[in-house]
């Protein structure tokens, strides 16, 4: 019962993980040059935006 609140939370950073692996791992045309983590975090972010307008927009 003490883990039922904490379990979207979790969901949640799992699934950011799982989200990063994909980008960082199996999307090599983002990975191309020397500044890797601009384009994952890009990624993540825009992930993170169009979850939001899909909430705010039904």
């Not at 950011?16 to 983590?37: K, Y």
């Amino acid at each position: 019962m003490t883990i039922t609140p904490l379990l979207p939370y979790a969901l949640s950073f799992a699934a950011g993980a799982m989200i990063f692996v994909v980008v960082e791992e199996l999307i090599p045309e983002s990975q191309r040059g020397n500044e890797t983590d601009y384009s994952t975090i890009g990624a993540m972010i825009g992930f993170v935006v169009m979850m939001v307008l899909d909430v705010a927009l039904g």
